[in-house]
Structure formats: C-alpha cells, structure tokens
C-alpha cells in the first residue's frame, strides 16, 4: 500500500519569515501526482500547490513552493514570507491514476506575530 | 457556484441512533469518496464511487454504508453509530480520470457519537 509521512505534527514560524514542511511517500509507481492542501480553522480543504512526477521542475504557486527529489521520494513545501493567515493544518497527498488520494498525517503551522 | 455541499454541519447523536450525512456535487463529477479525519491520522478513506451504481470500500468502511442512486449525490449512512466514530467527516468529488488535479471538498461534517 501507498503511504505518506510527514514527521512534523507541529512546526511554527515567525511571521515574514520562510518555513519548510517535510514529506515523504513511498510507490513503486512512476507516473503520479503529489499534493499540499491547506485546512484553516475553518475546516474547508484548500488545494495549495499540486507536482505532476514527469515533470522536473517543481511547481510554484506565489508564495508556495515545492521542493520535489523524486529519487529521494520527497515533496516538501516552502512557505515564504510567511503571513498570518498561513497558519492552518497542512496535509500531503499522493495520487495515481484512478485510484484515491492517499493523506498523511499532517502538520500543523504556527505563525508567531 | 462549483461546489460540494455536505450536511449537517455539525451533529451529535447517541449510540445506536442512525443517521445520515448527505453530500451533493453540482459539476457533474463521476468520482465521489468519503473520508475521515482523525487527530494523527490523517483523512482516511471510508469509500468511494466511480460512477452511478458503483460503489467500493474504501480503507475504513467497518460500520458505514453508502449509496450512489444519483450522480450527484453519494450519502454516508451510519447504522448503528458508536462512539469510535466520532470524527470529522468529508465528502470530495472529482472527474474520473482528473484525480491527477485533486479532489473538491465539502465543507465537513463534525460528529460526535456518545
């Protein structure tokens, strides 16, 4: 079965500064795709930034960005200039094909004022 | 609006009492799935449905059922609810075949089973 790990259940970040949340998925496939949704106090499931495998260059959205080692089978993602509305749980995914989106654990970001 | 809509929001039952959470999509998604939320686990999938008719356990299902009678709506049914299935609940949907760009979430559903 596919899995995915984040090892940081909590991290925290002064705000204006650049934090990094870790992942790590393990497949045997070599075709998928990678996600980070963002879960605010609010509960509703945001798609933050999403890495399709083939590709090389790893996906920017704005302030978000991934860091994908694809050997490494590694997707972590970089906040930059970090603002209060960040803060919120932050889950990895991985995908293939048809089948489901497999989560992980999550990690939930802190902004220090 | 492009939206999934889950309800109740929030419901707290007692032991035994079933319920049901209804989900329903308005972009004509063929993909719909249930998942859980627990603290240190993640979303988990309890199941899902490729299609009108076609419904599959997910890795979850001890103790739920659903039905997909529409295309658009996919409820989850609790039987016989017991209190290890308090949790938060969310229903996604999606294109079969587009999984590759992600799911649509509901907005959730707390419940708690005492």
């Known amino acids: 079965a596919q899995t995915v790990t984040q090892s940081q259940p909590e991290m925290s970040v002064q705000e204006a500064e650049t934090v990094t949340l870790s992942c790590t998925y393990d497949?045997?496939?070599?075709?998928?795709?990678l996600f980070w949704y963002k879960q605010p106090p609010s509960r509703q499931m945001i798609l933050v930034i999403r890495q399709e495998a083939y590709k090389q260059q790893n996906a920017t959205e704005n302030r978000f960005s991934v860091n994908f080692q694809k050997a490494a089978k590694s997707f972590s993602l970089k906040i930059s200039d970090s603002q209060l509305g960040d803060a919120a749980m932050y889950f990895c995914?991985?995908?293939?094909?048809?089948?489901?989106?497999?989560f992980g654990t999550g990690t939930r970001l802190t902004i220090i004022p | 609006e492009a939206q999934v809509t889950q309800n109740p929001r929030y419901l707290i039952t007692v032991t035994g009492k079933k319920l049901t959470v209804t989900c329903s999509q308005n972009?004509?998604?063929?993909?719909m799935s249930w998942y859980r939320q627990d603290p240190g686990l993640g979303l988990r999938q309890i199941y899902y449905?490729?299609?009108?008719?076609?419904?599959d356990k997910g890795d979850v299902p001890e103790g739920y059922k659903v039905s997909r009678k529409e295309k658009r709506n996919f409820p989850l049914i609790l039987e016989s609810p017991s209190p290890n299935q308090t949790s938060l609940y969310f229903c996604a949907s999606s294109f079969l075949g587009e999984l590759e760009y992600g799911y649509t979430f509901g907005s959730g559903t707390r419940l708690t089973v005492v």
């Open positions: 449905s490729m299609n009108v008719e076609v419904t």
């Open positions: 995914a991985w995908a293939f094909g048809n089948e489901k989106l497999t």
């Open positions: 972009m004509n998604h063929e993909y």
């Open positions: 497949t045997s496939e070599s075709d998928y795709y």
